[in-house]
């Protein structure tokens, strides 16, 4: 099968189209032929070996996937072949097949386009499980969004508005603020892409309490960003606030923890992946409770670029070089 590869640790530029041996379905297993295939930050890292799970050599990256079932194992029931599904993985994605465990693989109703499936599996399942169940966002709260306008970010704010709360978006750029606002941030600011002094910090703090005007606080911080950008953050935190730590594409900060007792407030760690393997029960009532909010038009996937598999490396390096608006697309086939 054809395949974008990481044959050697590196950036995008290592990645080459080949040939992979076609998976073949054990038992508990399905193999799916993939239709769309969602860019994540975790791509990557996992082609540079600085991801968490680091799939053996040669591999696929991709993570996030919509397709339909091409066979199944020997003992497999609860897919068919020819049945639509989505999934997220670690890796395999971006190739023509992918084999992944049958459980994990969920039925995709006729009316989610296989695209935006691709880019809602693992992106809206992190927003929604960290908002619902880690942050615990109530109607009429305030939540600001860190990287609003990228994959995860963007979903957090459609599902915050969903779920009745104040939407404040932090991004980088103007354009990155205007497809937050399209997708139902309440308002925004622009951040420097740069905090580099002290100073830089104080003045992002501010800024941060500024946005959240009249109070100055926010009930729930979402950051799939990190390094500097997470502790002036933080110092907008209300009183008994939840601050949720998704992702640190900006790298992983240190955070004094003289603020949480400050504030009375809890700091957050989200594992989605981690959470849908432990828990398929509660990780499939979600996946219903999104399906619910896509149906109802309530949320709407932003898909701003399309690159077929051959230039899949391109697709990563555009978001590696923080230009991503909302989703990228690999289609295949
Ligand atoms: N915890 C979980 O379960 C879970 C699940 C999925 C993803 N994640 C993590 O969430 C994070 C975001 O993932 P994503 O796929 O949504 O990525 P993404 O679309 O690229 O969004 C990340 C955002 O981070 C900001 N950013 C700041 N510094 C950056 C840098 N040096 N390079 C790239 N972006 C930078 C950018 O927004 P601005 O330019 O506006 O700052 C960008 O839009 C990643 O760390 C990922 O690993 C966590």
């Known amino acids: 099968m054809r395949a974008l590869i990481s044959k050697a640790k ?46 053996p050599r040669p591999f696929a990256p991709g993570a996030e996937i919509a397709g339909v079932v091409v066979s199944v194992g020997p003992d497999v ?10 999934a ?54 305030t939540l600001l969004v860190l990287g609003a306008g990228g994959g995860v970010g963007i979903a957090a704010v459609e599902i915050g508005k969903a779920m009745g709360a104040r939407v404040i978006a932090a991004v980088s750029s103007q354009d990155k603020l205007d497809v937050a606002l399209s997708h139902g941030a309440d308002h925004g600011f622009i951040y420097p892409r740069e905090i580099d002094s002290p100073e830089a910090s104080k003045k992002l703090a501010d800024a941060f309490k500024a946005a959240c005007a009249p109070q100055g606080t926010a009930d729930v911080i979402y950051d799939p960003v990190g390094g500097p950008y997470s502790e002036p953050a933080l110092r907008a935190a209300a009183w008994n606030g939840r601050f949720l730590v998704v992702g640190f594409p900006a790298g992983v900060a240190k955070i004094p923890l003289n603020l949480p007792l400050l504030k009375n407030c ?68």
């Open 77 to 86: 029931t609860v897919r068919k072949v020819g049945e639509r599904v989505s």
């Open 266 to 333: 809890a700091i957050v760690g989200v594992a989605f992946g981690a959470f849908a393997i432990r828990d398929p029960a509660a990780a499939m009532v979600n996946h219903a409770a999104l399906m619910d909010l896509f149906r109802s038009g309530a949320l709407k996937p932003h898909i701003s670029a399309r690159f077929p598999l051959e230039r899949g490396a391109e697709a990563i390096q555009a978001l590696a070089d923080r230009k991503a608006l909302g989703k990228i697309i690999v289609t295949i086939g």
């Open 88 to 141: 997220f993985s670690t890796s395999g994605g971006m190739a023509e097949r992918i084999l992944l465990r049958a459980a994990d693989a969920m039925p995709l109703p006729d009316w989610v386009s296989f695209e935006d499936a691709a880019a809602s599996a693992l992106t809206y399942g992190t927003s929604y499980h960290a908002l619902k169940d880690r942050g615990q966002l109530k109607a009429g709260e």
């Open 10 to 55: 590196g950036g995008p530029d290592t990645l080459v189209v080949g040939e992979l041996p076609d998976p073949v379905a054990g038992p508990g297993e399905v193999v799916v032929a993939v239709k769309a295939c969602g860019v994540n930050f975790p791509d990557v890292l996992i082609i540079q070996d600085m991801y968490q799970r680091k799939p």
